[in-house]
């Protein structure tokens, strides 16, 4: 009896020694394996930005072709009180990747346009969760980003207004490579064409060509380019837009479309554009799933022959393609 009662007393004094230790360890503020979960969204309208990494400035531009993640991030304030939070935007590695850095720092200080900053470390600026975000639940930022560690459990650490990132490692100009490979280049003062096949996921579509429905899985073999046009419009404005898809002598092809002298794009209130064969043909002519990294209205289409400069070129809400 009295070995029993022994046994019971020194499993309750090493019960009581683990709790004690457990106390002493700090609240980690680094994400563990139950920490938030990055997942990328498509159709995000951004909006125009421009921040500062180590005084090279970074803007919604130089973004366009990275992917836009959601990450749900839960922290407590100084007084105790726990919020979740939805922010929407950039992973800050890769908007140092857009200035060539990629590794090589071991801390990020970010600072707010009332010169407020905070600091991380390395490793939790490189993961996906860390964000330079552009919306907070829904709704936009109004002057500058949020700085968004979203694996960090102190609101403190968050910043609202941030306009400049710095990291203890070496700015350069180069881009990053992963986010290049033209596929023709500027050519007699056309725009740059970007092969981004494999880089990008569209949302589903759905279209006709000749009465023939046409999907994401008809046209999963073809290659998606990207190419930014200086479009100009009735009052003489010109913008950049940055149209994503295929070239529409390939979804033609694809369609089982031979032989064709006009192409005509019919949008979804009945309105018509043609295009002669030469510029249906012509490689700078896309059928675009995206612009400016947006999916079109209820799902239509842009026909984009960004070889020209006039808008009433580009056809918008379109729904189907007839080519005869």
């Known amino acids: 009896m009295k070995k029993r009662l022994l046994a019971l007393m020194l499993a309750a004094f090493m019960v009581f020694a683990m709790v004690g230790c457990g106390s002493n360890e700090p609240a980690a503020t680094t994400p563990g394996g139950d920490g938030p979960v990055a997942e990328e969204v498509k159709g995000v309208t951004v909006p125009a930005f421009s921040i500062t990494v180590n005084g090279v400035a970074v803007t919604n531009e130089t973004m366009a072709d990275y992917p836009v993640y959601s ?16 922010y929407v935007g950039f992973a800050v590695k890769d ?10 720092y071991t801390k990020l200080t970010a600072a707010a346009d009332d010169g407020y900053t905070v600091e991380v470390t390395g490793e939790e600026a490189a993961l996906d969760t860390t964000l330079i975000a552009i919306s907070q639940d829904g709704s936009q930022f109004s002057k500058a980003p949020w700085f968004a560690p979203c694996s960090n459990k102190t609101t403190g650490n968050y910043l609202k207004g941030c306009v400049a990132l710095t990291v203890d490692a070496d700015v350069t100009t180069t881009p990053d490579p992963g986010q290049g490979g033209a596929s023709g280049g500027e050519t007699a003062g056309k725009p740059e064409i970007l092969d981004r096949t494999d880089k990008v996921e569209f949302a589903a579509y759905s279209f006709k060509v000749n009465g023939k429905e046409v999907t994401n899985d008809t046209l999963k073999d073809l290659k998606i380019y990207k190419i930014t046009a200086s479009v100009t419009n009735s009052k003489g404005n010109t913008a950049e837009e940055a149209y994503t898809g295929y070239r529409l002598s390939d979804v033609l092809a694809a369609a089982g479309v031979t032989s064709y002298e006009k192409v005509t794009a019919v949008a979804n209130d009945g309105y ?15 059928v675009a799933i995206e612009k400016d990294k947006a999916t079109g209205e209820d799902g239509t289409i842009w026909v984009a022959p960004c070889g020209e400069t006039s808008s009433k070129l580009f056809a918008k809400l379109v729904v189907e393609i007839t080519a005869e």
Request: contains cysteine; aromatic residues 4%; negative net charge.
């Open 95 to 104: 908007v140092l990747a857009a200035c060539g850095i990629t590794e090589g």
């Open 71 to 86: 990450v749900k991030a839960t922290s407590t304030n100084s007084a105790g009180t726990e919020s979740t939070v939805t």
């Open 272 to 286: 018509k554009s043609e295009y002669e064969k030469a510029v249906a043909d012509s490689e700078y002519t896309l």
